[in-house]
């Protein structure tokens, strides 16, 4: 049974936070505003705004409960203590992604031609990249390869999440690149994502001379 074709990430991701936080922020401060600026409504239609204002309150409340359930569902799966030998092996693969690079003060993350489906796998891929990075008790240059990496909409809260985790916490600078013949990238070029490797290492030195290593 073939896989059904997948939005791009950056597609994807852009739809989702419309839906469920762009827009409902959009409706409440216009109703917010002609409330502000048209002082002489009168009743019923100032109720008709403040109406309005209070239902896309709750769409909001509702799109927060889901982003904490998605990111946080498999953090207390983890905490129960519970293991198999099949999670074991799923840990192993995450880690043979995750590579020392001592002579550059890097690590190197390998998201290349990976499907990052649920939230779950995100949560399980990260466990590894922070339990590798806290094993040398120390903060490393990251440098990650997005090369066709697929990241669905369910997974993107939690992505996003753990991402920013690890650059905050554990990170001297993160570096992301992604090889010149991915369709995504040559469609919707990314500044912040570099067109190679080589490119990533260069830059890489750079934040080092900046930093005086």
């Known amino acids: 049974m073939s896989t059904p074709p997948q939005k791009p990430a950056t597609l994807a991701l852009k739809t989702k936070v419309e839906e469920e936080f762009v ?6 401060r216009g109703a917010l505003e002609i409330l502000r600026d048209f002082p002489d409504l009168d009743d019923k239609e100032r109720q ?3 109406n309005t204002a209070l239902q896309e ?26 293991s198999s030998n099949s999670d074991s092996a799923v840990a192993g693969a995450y880690a043979g992604r995750v590579h020392i690079l001592h002579d550059i003060d890097a690590i190197e993350i390998d998201f290349s031609e990976f499907e990052f489906s649920s939230s779950d796998i995100v949560n399980e891929f990260y466990d590894v990249i922070d339990g590798m990075i806290e094993d040398t008790g120390r903060k490393w240059y990251l440098l ?8 669905w909409p369910e997974a993107w809260v939690a992505f996003a999440h753990r991402g920013k985790k690890v650059n905050a916490n554990q ?36 934040m080092k001379s900046v930093k005086g290593r």
């Not at 827009?23 to 409440?28: D, F």
């Open 144 to 151: 990650v390869n997005y090369r066709n990496c697929s990241i």
């Open 23 to 28: 827009s409902p922020l959009t409706a409440v």
């Open 57 to 82: 309150c709750a769409r909001l409340e509702k799109g927060v409960e889901q982003l904490a359930n998605t990111v946080y569902a498999a953090g207390q799966r983890s905490q129960s203590g519970q």
């Open 48 to 50: 008709r705004f403040i």
């Open 171 to 206: 990170s001297k600078g993160t570096v992301r690149f992604i090889m010149p013949d991915n369709s995504d990238q040559a469609a919707n070029p990314d500044p912040n994502v570099l067109e190679s490797r080589e490119l990533a290492l260069a830059k890489i030195e750079e």
